[in-house]
Nanobody
Framework: QVQLVESGGGLVQAGGSLRLSCAAS????????KAWFRQAPGKEREFVAG????????YYTDSVKGRFTVSRDNAENTMYLQMNSLKPEDTAVYYC???????????????WGQGTQVTVSS
């Protein structure tokens, strides 16, 4: 069974940076699209950033464009999310997901990590 494990979350002041990692337990997801979602208390899970299986295309929600960068290293079975210029509204649990095609909908992803908390203080 494929597992995704996120790491790198934490508490940071506004304007700071964090780098999230998402490690896969098996190589079978190396040819899957992958994405980062986040969910704040009382809100729906929302798409943050995504990357195609070969890293050729990346996608971002408007609120993080220019601040966040998604990347992947298939040799290491790992995806990353570099988050710069963090804002209090970025506070949420961040999840990584893998699926056969790139999609903005969480329903398109069958493999999920357990989530990592990101808290940005003002």
């Amino acid at each position: 069974q494929v597992q995704l494990v996120e790491s790198g979350g934490g508490l940071v002041q506004a304007g700071g940076s964090l780098r999230l990692s998402c490690a896969a337990s098996v190589r079978t997801v190396s040819n899957y699209a992958k994405a980062w979602f986040r969910q704040a208390p009382g809100k729906e899970r929302e798409f943050v950033a995504g990357i195609t299986w070969n890293g050729g295309n990346t996608y971002y929600t408007d609120s993080v464009k220019g601040r966040f960068t998604v990347s992947r290293d298939n040799a290491e079975n790992t995806m990353y999310l570099q988050m710069n210029s963090l804002k209090p509204e970025d506070t949420a649990v961040y999840y990584c997901a893998a699926g056969p095609t790139m999609s903005w909908s969480p329903r398109s992803y069958g493999v999920w990590g357990q989530g990592t908390q990101v808290t940005v203080s003002s």
